[in-house]
């Protein structure tokens, strides 16, 4: 099992620490790299890759300053490296990178951006979405369609049950309140909003969240269609 720690960035943002049980660590998505250099210093550990799961500057913006003080390798996605600049492993839909012993599968999310990828760690059951998943919530679409992301949406909801969903941004209470004026009589959305309310109280992440609970209280999850989906998303966009 990997251990993940999550490190607030900016305003909502959230970057992840791994530590592999073999003493690997990366960190994913370092939009600041300050959380990251102030967590390795306490703890006294070393970085050995940087993850980016897009191109878009909250997520990569402190690659270079890791990559310089700790000479860390860059791993990103194959069809934005050219954006994101210096990247050693370059990974497509259905790679496998290793972290230590732990496998970590690249699945591609178009939408956001069209190069974006997810990452899976099976044994960990733990799933990095940046920002494509959102608790109870999606990305926007600054380069895909709506048919993109529900294909996307499609290859996350194929995963087991009880994958912990680590998404890139705290949106959760917002997105909440839009899936509420959506789905009114969910119990389900209902509890999970008091749960959300309750860890903000207390200034805590409201990830990771299992995609069990994902699927009842995200609407985006439950639309059948892409056109179902394309109307929420545009709903969404000026709600
Ligand atoms: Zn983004
Ligand atoms: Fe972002």
Redesign the pocket.
Known sequence: MIKIEILPMFED?YSFLLQSPCGVNAII?P?DPTPTINFLNKNGLKLDFIINT?H?W??VDGNAALKAKYGAQIVAPEKEAVQIGDVDIKLKDGDIFMLGEEAMLAIETAG?TMGALCYYFADSSALFT??TVFSMGC?RLFEGTAEDMFKSFAKIMALPDDTMIYC??EYTRGNAGFCLSQDRDNEDLRARIAQVKDLRVQNKPTIPVSLAIEKKTNIFMKAKSAEEFSALRIKKDTF
Do not use: E, M, P, V
């Open positions: 943002n998505d939009g897009h878009h909250d997520h956001h940046g920002d990305g890139a941004h």
